[in-house]
């Protein structure tokens, strides 16, 4: 990298074609001309070289519940200091931050943070891990990956929140950097990817599958939006992808949609949708399921598969108590894909 501080470094995952690059960290592959920038806005060609204009920019701090993100099997019941910047790679209608997401370099002041700054502020917190959540951290990968290697070397862990539209060369460059993901499976037909998100669903399931393959903690979070993605047949072809593909052990959130930013005219999704979903995942053998952004009772828990305990009781995003012995069942010592 030629540059890295705040606002400015050479990007990775590039190449030069004649006087315009084609970026490769996520499946757009931009063709990008001299001064211009990728769909993403935070990626530019200047003078034949790609550069991040988000490194060490950061929109929103915040101390969250990690299991705000959603994770509920990554350091249950501790504090995440979460860490967003400005810009996404897709382009959903129900973006529910998309004052950031949609946001360009210079349209609002950004708060610059060195991999320092991030490891300094992660303990004043308490966290005992890092989020790179709120907008894509994929298009953020250079600085992203930078103040990961620091938060390990200081003791604590990092994850990333994420759409999972990323190609695989980037991906690899997260193993042993990024120790958990969210990623949000948006639907399971590419038609809502084309027309909801502008993006595609192959490149997705791919990157859930190759995340797994890694050595990732992966949890798949699906948010049901009414009429768009809530059809018996779609949900219950995702669960048994889900099953077969990243296996039974990764925990799936099904989370309530609420209408926002350019789908305000979708009712919210009725918790009979939610519980439906639900039953559908245990059907196909799921192990972990839980149901967010609404409180519709045992749902938020959870049971150890194996001899049905209570090892996690949760109100919403607060852990009151748990029944574990170290990461396994206190009570039959079974495996619950926990990283404690
Ligand atoms: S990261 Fe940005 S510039 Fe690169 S391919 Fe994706 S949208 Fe295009």
Not at 48 to 71: C, N, V
Not at 78 to 107: E, K, M, V, W
Not at 186 to 208: D, M, Q
Not at 270 to 298: C, Q, S, W
Request: hydrophobic share 35%.
């Amino acid at each position: 990298m030629s540059t890295s501080g705040p606002g400015s470094s050479e990007a990775k995952f590039y190449a030069r074609e004649g006087d315009k690059v084609r970026c490769s960290l996520c499946p757009h592959s931009c063709l990008i001309a001299d001064r211009k920038r990728g769909l993403c806005g935070v990626r530019e060609n200047r003078n034949g070289k790609l550069h991040s204009l988000i490194y060490g920019l950061a929109s929103s701090i915040h101390p969250d519940p990690i299991e705000k993100k959603p994770l509920f099997h990554f350091l249950p019941g501790t504090t995440s200091l979460s860490f967003g910047s400005i810009g996404c790679n897709l382009f959903c209608r129900h973006c529910q931050n998309f004052s950031i997401s949609r946001a360009r370099p210079g349209d609002f002041g950004l708060t610059k943070v060195t991999p320092e700054d991030v490891v300094r502020m992660a303990k004043e917190a308490g966290s005992k891990s890092v989020s790179w959540t709120y907008n894509e951290p994929t298009i953020w990968h250079e600085f992203t990956t930078t103040a990961s290697k620091a938060v390990h070397a200081a003791g604590m862990k990092t994850n990333y929140v994420t759409n999972g539209y990323i190609q695989e060369e980037p991906l690899r460059d997260l193993k042993g950097v990024i120790d958990a993901m969210n990623i949000d499976v948006k639907s399971f037909t590419e038609s809502f990817y084309k027309g909801v998100c502008g993006g595609k669903l192959a490149p997705v399931l791919r990157a859930c599958e190759l995340a797994v393959e890694l050595g990732i903690h992966v949890e798949l979070t699906y948010l049901i939006i009414p009429g768009h993605n809530d059809s018996d047949e779609e949900v219950n072809s995702f669960c048994r992808w889900a099953a077969d593909s990243v296996g039974a052990r990764v925990p799936l959130h099904f989370s309530a949609f609420h209408p926002d930013y350019k789908m305000t005219d979708v009712p919210r999704t009725p918790n009979k949708t939610l519980m439906k979903a639900y039953e559908a995942a245990r059907k196909a053998g799921i192990d972990f399921v839980y149901v967010g952004n609404v409180h519709v009772g045992d749902e938020d828990n959870t049971f150890c598969p194996k001899c049905g305990t209570l090892v996690i009781d949760r109100d919403g995003f607060w852990v009151k108590s748990t029944s574990l012995k170290g990461d396994r069942c206190g009570k039959c010592g079974s495996d619950l894909n926990l990283v404690v």
